[in-house]
């Protein structure tokens, strides 16, 4: 079988990436935000995505120790010598840039436990327990910069993937039911400031100044923006400064308030189109590798889609997640296109496996497997 | 995953469209903010121009609450500065910061002046959420000579606000409280404009929306002549500092129009401690002031008007036809009405004297006569048709009326249920007072002035006035004065005549009056009639008020004037020589005065 490169790739998915970036770029400009950086972010993410999609993913497989060791290293740095800033300590400065390695760590978290799991024939207790105990250390660290946001994206990917390695219902089941149990100790290991957000959350006018100003505002531009939306560069809210981490945690809102309802439901559906390409590639992933890392891939996007655009709509609690391709951020910007570049990776280097590609056709495998 | 995003799609469209009109309000309440752009308070002027007060600028510091600093430690750190540049404790201003409106700006600091605002304003890009706004403050010329005619301008009261809501005031506007600035509020305030201006986050104004400008205030030209009312006011300080007395006042009118040249109370008082709010201490030292200062004593001061009276009683004579100028009636050094004695001033019998020349020598005894031949009715009709007893209408508040008493007051006010008792029965000795100013009359400086204009005037009474014209910011005149004859005495011209024959020959006697004339090289063509007034009840041995009204010249009159002092002596040697020296002013400064 001698299938072109052009063929084997997922063509839909680069022209969604691309459209997703464009509005992320108009919205970060209208945030008056640095968009020509933003510009540099995504040019260094093209670049790591098209390196990606050209290195082949397999290796990648036999360099899972050494990813591993590496992102500890780094999130080990940041303790060590990070820079501070809003209160928590999260980020590297590399030759002049900030390089935040939690962001990095998401996806090196999707190489390592799709390398782990993937060894594995089935999903005993023990290989559960291997997974947390992989998931731990990465995930501590992360949790006391503090970074719960980042935090919560390891657990949606640690669930996703057990849940996509065959991971039983009662299992997950079993694990959630631990967490529970836990759920006491939290308050300890939460910060003052998170624990607040929580409560926030749950009440938002207790305090409309303080605490819960980010969330009102937040609502009153998503709010504000109506059906069709004030218009580009037009969101009062958004404009005069009251939505803050507009560029970043909130962009969502400042898009909301400009571009209306049927905005961002055209957005909700390009983000939704890609995740269908995700879980189509996914499908055709010609090994268990492959398929775990392109799920862990989706996994991450997914849950970090999902848990940015509810925070700024209220419906989930704030935690500083950016949302992928539109927030402003270098790392994260990197991060998710080097992701996507892998995905393409793992659909540009089917020829070499092709035989399984050949026995299990097109149709959808995700959980057969 | 379909449903998860199913339900984020059906929470936005929820947010958008149903609650979307209400959460866009908010957006627009948080961005679009209505300043008042006030309006420029009138300038008061003299008749000639010249400005009596000026807008100065000052300026407030001002707090957006929901623009302060978010996280604690800065936040405490901008209180604590913001605590020091106003000298507040920090922790009640963190208490008037914590309003209602987190969105409305809280003013923690309120008339600084210009070397206060460069030194805050130098820090104020460190401080989020605070600015300064600019406004204007009266600060008036020479309060001690002007601060009696012009007043002051005050926040507004409670009475206040409930009575001017329906015109528009805002709580923290100032209005005119005393003296021509509330006389000529309506004139001397302008319109508010407002201007919907976009803030930002922070409280900066971003854009102006929509405007609408605001509208000064007319100016306002006084009839005042503040020459004249300078000499006025410095010619009735030094004869009061001549004979150590402390209070006093003087009314100059034109007996044309009936416009008030000077009105001079002293002593005076600083009316710009008022704009700027006055201190506890200096308010309370104010009212304790035995010389009470804040008493317009020019409108307010009520006092007996003694023998300038006489001419009111001699025209009433005159006119009932009781005696004529040639009647001639003794001048002993008093009288035995019924066993009740009443003295003339002088303690030898003057002889025999025509009504003019008993004027001019102010026989008491001759004006008792004449008022037992009048009767108290018919003396109170005329008192009051010479603008006695009667609260001028003049354009300020506080004018007082001064009091014309008959046997029907007597007997309301007596408060004793036996009618036949002293205290609420008219006697004849009450007539007989009455007729040479004493009794129960009382009456002003102002009124004073309009009753010895009449006198000028062939016995018109001319409503006094303290407007000349009304100006609008352009310049165009829309309002001017115009002299209303408010009365004219019911007296021929040759009772009237004979009066002022009296008032003639009395600055002209030789050796007596006429002295300070020409030491003063005033001449003495006009009339004058001094008054010394006893007051507080015969029993009591307290110092008699002086008085002396004048006009000159005597054929078509320029000027009348009253001249008041408090608790001033003889009125001969007290009040006289401060209205010749008042006319010796008016006459070296002709050119600058001219009134016309």
Known sequence: MTRSVWSRIDHLQPLLVGMLAVLGLMTIFSAHADWPRQVLWIALGVAAYCAAAAFDYTRLRRLAVALYAGMLLLLVAVHLVGRTALGARRWLSVGGFPLEPSELSKLLLVLVLAAYLSRL?????????GALLLVAPPAYLILTQPDLGTTIVFVAVLVGMLFLAGARPWQL?????????ALPLMPHLLHGYQRRRLEIFLNPAQDPLGAGYNLLQARIAVGAGGLFGQGWLHGLQGQLGFVPERATDFVFAIFAEEFGLLGCLVLLAIFGALMIRLLRSAAVAPDRFGELVVGGVFVMLFAQVVENVGMNIGVLPIAGIPLPLISYGGSATITTLA????????????RFVSHREEMSGNRVVLLAD | MVIVVAGLAVKLAQMQVSEGSALAGLARANTVHRI?????????YDRHGSALVENSPVWTLEVVPAALPRDAISRAKELAQLARITGQPEDQLATSLAATDPYAPVHIGANLDEAHYLAINELLPQLTGA??????????????????????????NDADVQRLRPLGYQPDEVVGKVGVEAGFEAQLRGTDGWADVEVDARGQIVRTVVTKPAVPGHAVYLSVDAVLQRGTAQSLAAGLQRDGKTAGASVVIDPRTGEVLAMVSLPGYDTNLFTRGISRADYAKLLADPDRPMLNRAIAGQYPP???????????????????PQTLLGCPSYIDVGGWIYHNWASYNLGYMNVAKALALSCDTFFYQVAAMVGDVTLARYARAFG??????????????????????????????????????????????????????????????????????QGEVLKPTLLHEVRDASGAVIETQHTQVAGKVPASTIALEAAREGMREEINLPYNMN?????????????????????????????????????????????????????????????????VDIMKFYNANQAAIRTQ
Not at chain 1, 122 to 129: H, V
Not at chain 2, 306 to 324: D, H, N, P
Not at chain 2, 528 to 539: F, N
């Open chain 2, 36 to 44: 008042v752009l006030e309006a420029e308070r009138g300038i008061i």
């Open chain 1, 173 to 181: 089941g079993s694990l959630a039911a631990v967490a529970l149990l």
């Open chain 1, 121 to 129: 024939e089935r999903l005993s207790w023990r290989a559960l327990g």
């Open chain 2, 515 to 579: 002295y300070w004339f020409r030491a003063a090289g005033v001449p003495a063509d006009g009339g004058g009639k001094t008054g010394t007034a006893q007051w507080g009840g015969s029993g009591l041995d307290l110092p008699t008020h002086a008085w002396f009204l004048f006009f000159a010249p005597y054929a078509a009159s320029e000027i009348a004037m009253s001249v008041f002092v408090e608790g001033g002596g003889t009125a001969e040697v007290q009040a006289a020589p401060i209205g």
């Open chain 2, 388 to 457: 006695f007893g009667q609260a001028k209408d003049i354009e300020m508040p506080g004018v007082e009326a001064g009091l014309v008493p008959d046997r029907i007051w007597k007997e309301i006010q007596c408060g004793v249920p036996d009618l036949n008792s002293d205290a609420c029965r008219w006697s004849l000795g009450d007539t007989l007072t009455f007729g040479i100013g004493q009794s129960y009359l009382l009456t002003t400086p102002l009124n004073q002035a309009v009753y010895v204009a009449a006198l000028a005037n």
């Open chain 1, 339 to 350: 992701g996507l570049g892998v995905v393409q990776s793992v659909m540009l280097h089917r």
């Open chain 2, 131 to 156: 600015s300064m706004t600019q406004h204007a403050i009266r600060t008036y010329a020479d309060p001690l000579v002007f601060g009696h005619v012009l007043g002051y301008v005050g926040p507004l």
């Open chain 2, 306 to 324: 003694g023998s300038t009276f006489k001419m009111v009683t001699a025209t009433a004579a005159l006119q009932e036809g009781k005696i004529t």
